[in-house]
């Protein structure tokens, strides 16, 4: 097994977590750095959560509002477990970034509770779930092909 690629990914991370401090230290700013493959410019976070909220009828804004009702909460939680699947070298601080600047354990216990919800068979949950599910493959599937 080829651990290259892996130590790889590593070593980028190490060095974006340092340039975030150094930032961070001399300008007072704090940033995140998205590290994803140079052949998946087009396949970004931030593309997927649009396609997320649309598939669910409801503004990409949305993922940012600092709200507890059901509807907002679940969409980030959809939005939480579709980038720690399809973007593995995110870090929790970095969807939380996405999410209006939550806590990195607000979006562990996202992916917690929607994980209950699926194990449960939460009907209205399970049908965001799935609405989401096929839209996401969908526009996968076109970035693959280079049609989107």
């Known amino acids: 097994m080829n651990y290259a690629p892996v130590r790889q990914m590593n070593t980028a991370r190490h060095i974006a977590r340092a340039a975030q401090q150094q930032i961070l230290n001399k300008t007072g700013l704090k940033i995140e750095l998205l590290l994803y493959g140079e052949n998946d410019i087009a396949k970004t976070p931030e593309r997927m959560l649009r396609v997320i909220a649309i598939a669910l009828e409801m503004s990409p804004d949305c993922f940012r509002i600092k709200s507890r009702t059901r509807d907002i909460s679940e969409l980030r939680y959809i939005g ?58 969908l526009w996968l599937q076109k970035e693959v092909s280079g049609c989107a």
């Open 80 to 137: 939480a477990i579709f980038l720690r699947r399809n973007f593995p070298m995110m870090t929790l601080y970095q969807i939380a970034a996405l999410f209006g600047g939550q806590d990195h354990t607000s979006v562990i216990n996202g992916i917690t509770r929607a994980y209950e919800l699926i194990n449960t068979g939460d009907t209205k949950f399970m049908n965001k779930y799935n609405k989401a599910l096929n839209s996401v493959n």
